[in-house]
């Protein structure tokens, strides 16, 4: 994951909003893209990045601890851009809900910086052609009958919607032993709801190999896989042709499933590339090699 320096000398990480060592504000900069230290000018609630030296002040979302983005004063807004890519955030009446939609953005704003860093859409986007990503974080509502109306967490037309259950720790942890799913953690259901989205964002004329590597999802009704899946009717030998049991449930969820372990590689290899270990030791996750 993405670091940094504080002006004071000391290494910062992607999430700290102070500096335990000089006190100074920390957060990413949304002009030059750092981790840095954000030093108070003469006018109230503005700051220079360390690092690249525009004025700044804080996203609106950092008075929740929900984000530690600075915004340039000239974009003339009052979120930063990770947090404008949030179309729904859960009610705040509920306090708990506040650590959940944190947790969830934090996931939220590991994967927007990784896609950044490789160049993946939503930036820049394929053909030119606009697939706007949005993120609703939403509760499990009642509707007028009484009757609990449960938030599907999946990706629909560049909406990926989490259901903030997800962000309870206890409740993931039994999901993950109900449903059989070894790897469920907040920030792979983003990863998997994205490869969702860049399946939807790809054009045909970059589909050569689709249907060689994951199949043809049209020659397989993804309601009847689901059903047979949910049923037992589960390929065994699956370790042998996909990354994940539910990644064989059908080419839908063999492509997201993929892109779900390829963006976790990446990322444990940029924090092995960020990390202090011996030059030897590392490895080159330059851009030029993801292409
Ligand atoms: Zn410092
Ligand atoms: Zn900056
Ligand atoms: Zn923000
Ligand atoms: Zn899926």
């Known amino acids: ?17 102070q500096c335990i060592a000089c006190g100074k504000l920390l957060g990413h ?12 000018t003469a006018i109230a609630q503005q700051f220079a990045c360390s690092s690249c030296g525009t004025t700044t002040k804080s996203c609106r979302n950092r008075r929740f601890g929900v984000c530690n983005s600075q ?66 974080f939403l509760a499990d509502s009642v509707d007028e009958n009484g009757n609990v109306v449960r938030t599907v967490t999946g990706h629909a037309d560049g909406i990926i919607t989490i259901n903030i259950n997800e962000a309870d720790s206890v409740y993931r942890e039994k999901q993950r032993i ?7 953690t907040l920030i792979g ?24 590597l994951f199949g043809d999802p049209q020659a397989i009704p993804y309601s009847d896989a689901m059903e047979r899946y949910y049923a037992g009717q589960r390929l065994h030998n699956w370790r042998a042709s996909y990354v994940s049991e539910y990644a064989s449930m ?12 390829y963006l976790d590689i990446l990322a444990v290899a940029q924090t092995v590339t960020q990390s202090s270990l011996p030059r030897e030791m590392t490895i080159d996750v330059s851009t030029d090699d993801m292409t």
Not at 1 to 17: E, P, R
Not at 97 to 105: D, G, P, S, T
Request: glycine share 4%.
């Open 189 to 212: 259901h983003l990863r998997h709801e994205y490869g969702h989205y860049l399946d939807w964002c790809i054009p045909q004329s970059k589909r050569s190999s689709y249907i060689d």
């Open 71 to 136: 915004v340039p004063i000239d974009h003339g807004k009052s979120l930063c851009d990770w947090c404008e890519f949030t179309e729904v955030v859960p009610s705040l009446d509920d306090h708990s809900n506040v650590q959940k939609w944190k947790e969830l953005e934090k996931s939220k704003r590991q994967l927007l910086s990784q896609l950044w860093t490789f160049r993946l859409p939503p930036h820049p986007n394929f053909d030119g052609d606009e697939k706007p990503l949005r993120f609703r």
């Open 1 to 17: 994951m993405k670091t940094g320096k504080c002006s004071c000398g000391a290494k910062v990480f992607f999430d700290n909003s």
């Open 250 to 261: 059908h080419p839908w969820e063999d492509f997201a499933e993929s892109v779900n372990l």
């Open 178 to 184: 109900k449903l059989r799913e070894p790897q469920r």
């Open 29 to 40: 900069c949304d002009r030059c893209d750092e981790i840095a230290a954000f030093i108070p």
